[in-house]
């Protein structure tokens, strides 16, 4: 466990950082949960290291912290067969371009780091060129990120105590034992410690031997598992902390199914993932991931900030974004979004066909034909495609009502062989021997 204390400005930079060292064994020893000696050692120096840099900056004119929330990638998402890496690599290197001229502090990814538990190869190294492109931007950022339910837990897990000497946390496993805790990561700004705890997607039965179970030793609620997780943590409420969680948090007494949820999100039966909101009320801030619409939960503070990227045709016309977060002195957090770009809209199209290809694009469409009559043109489809080469979908709206006017007789009952010759029509002499063959056949054996 990594846990960042500045002090105040002083004269002596030499004299701060041994100050500094003495801390960062003595938090080492204490909090620390590696039995290997000189893997504490090393990461106490990376701890140092962290110190100093934070230590440096506040001498030099550092202030509040900011960072970065996203959430929800889903690298190497198809959205209907159409493969979105190439607007994904747009999206993730926009971010990186954001972040270098920002220059934030930190970067939260909360969950959905891939859409696929196991991502293809393509996948993995567009990711794997989003980081480095972002560490080369922001060196001394913090990264952080957890893993969200389409990732996979334990490949997000992997060189989790290496990369975290790097100043990345990757966090895909919650706390597996009575004796393990959620991750936490503290930086330093000018008004002292923030909190970070990195709370991955979990399921009651992934954490039960932590969480325990009831007295029917049958696994809790999502809700009573999370709220479980959480309370055993000690949570200083003089400090500043912000809770990185990938669940389906809704204010408590809300009707899950009043919360507006997206085509692309994986829901279960019933809402039985729904976790009460009033739990994050312990943090200033909560990073939130897995609702892909924009949002705020139970407080201003406590928010989804969305995909960055629209992942389904019920997220046209969202407005993508990563989120800004201040903090500030102990109760004053400001937020911001900054606009994202997509290089292709997701769009509906809605009207009579004429109009529909008026609005040619080269962006994602779903075209809703609503003319009034059935369309007899030959070359429909193709017009449209011609108009819209990324097309996803056509749907037809067409307005038909019920004709009570017929008359109807009632239909004559036919015996299988007239019944299968109405059905063929075209059938030859010996098709139709055949056929009387095959019938007769099958009514002997019944």
């Known amino acids: 466990m990594h846990f960042f204390v500045c002090k105040p400005k002083p004269e002596n930079t030499v004299a ?33 290291i962290s110190y100093i840099q934070s230590s440096r900056k506040l001498m030099f004119g550092g202030t509040s912290m900011k960072f970065f929330h996203l ?55 567009v990711f794997d060129a989003f980081i480095a492109d972002l560490t080369a931007a922001v060196p001394d950022a913090v ?32 706390p597996q034992q009575p004796q393990d805790y959620i991750e936490k990561v503290t930086i330093a700004d000018a008004y002292g410690p923030v909190n970070f705890y990195l709370l991955p997607f979990v399921k009651p039965s992934m954490v039960k031997s932590v969480v325990g179970t009831d007295e029917n030793g049958i696994n809790f609620s999502y809700n009573e598992t999370v709220h479980r997780l959480i309370e055993r943590e000690s949570v200083d409420g003089g400090e500043r902390n912000v809770l990185v969680s990938h ?40 990073a ?23 992942c389904s045709v019920s997220e046209a016309g969202q407005q993508k974004g990563i989120v800004v977060v201040e903090m500030r002195e102990k109760g004053s957090v400001l937020t911001d979004v900054i606009p994202l770009k997509p290089l292709r809209e997701v769009r509906l199209v809605r009207g009579e066909l004429e109009e529909v290809l008026q ?71 010996l098709e139709r021997d055949l056929l009387k063959d095959v019938i007769r056949t099958i009514q002997e054996e019944q």
């Open 16 to 48: 701060v950082e041994m100050r500094l060292w003495y801390d960062v064994n003595i938090q080492i020893y204490y909090s620390n949960r590696f039995a290997n000696p000189v893997i504490e050692f090393v990461n106490s120096f990376y701890v140092l």
């Open 288 to 310: 939130l991931g897995h609702i892909h619409k924009p949002m705020k939960v139970g407080g201003e503070f406590y928010r989804y900030c969305g995909t960055p990227l629209a």
């Open 71 to 125: 959430s929800d990638l889903h690298i190497g998402l198809k959205l209907f067969n159409r493969d979105l890496l190439e607007d994904q690599q747009h999206i993730l290197k926009q971010i990186t371009e954001i972040a270098g001229r920002k220059r934030p502090d930190a970067v939260v990814i909360a969950g959905d780091i891939y859409d696929k538990a196991v991502p293809p190869a393509e996948a993995v190294a």
């Open 359 to 429: 609005q040619a694009c080269a962006d994602y469409v779903t075209v809703i034909l609503t003319d009034k009559v059935d369309l007899n043109v030959i070359d429909m489809q193709d017009r449209i495609r011609n108009a819209f080469p990324n097309l996803l979908e056509i749907r037809r709206e067409t307005q038909r009502k019920a004709d009570y006017s017929k008359k109807f007789s009632a239909g004559k009952n036919l015996d299988p062989f007239e019944l299968c010759c109405s059905f063929l029509k075209e059938a030859d002499d």
């Open 143 to 174: 990264i952080m990120m957890i893993s969200g339910n389409h990732d996979s837990a334990p490949r997000v897990n992997l060189f989790r105590s290496v990369l975290s000497r790097q100043r990345i946390h990757m966090v895909g496993v919650a």
């Open 247 to 286: 669940q389906f948090y809704i204010p408590k007494g809300t009707d899950p199914e009043s919360v507006a949820r997206m085509d692309s999100e994986i829901r279960t039966v019933g809402n039985i993932d729904e976790v009460s909101a009033d739990i994050l009320h312990r943090f200033d801030y909560a």
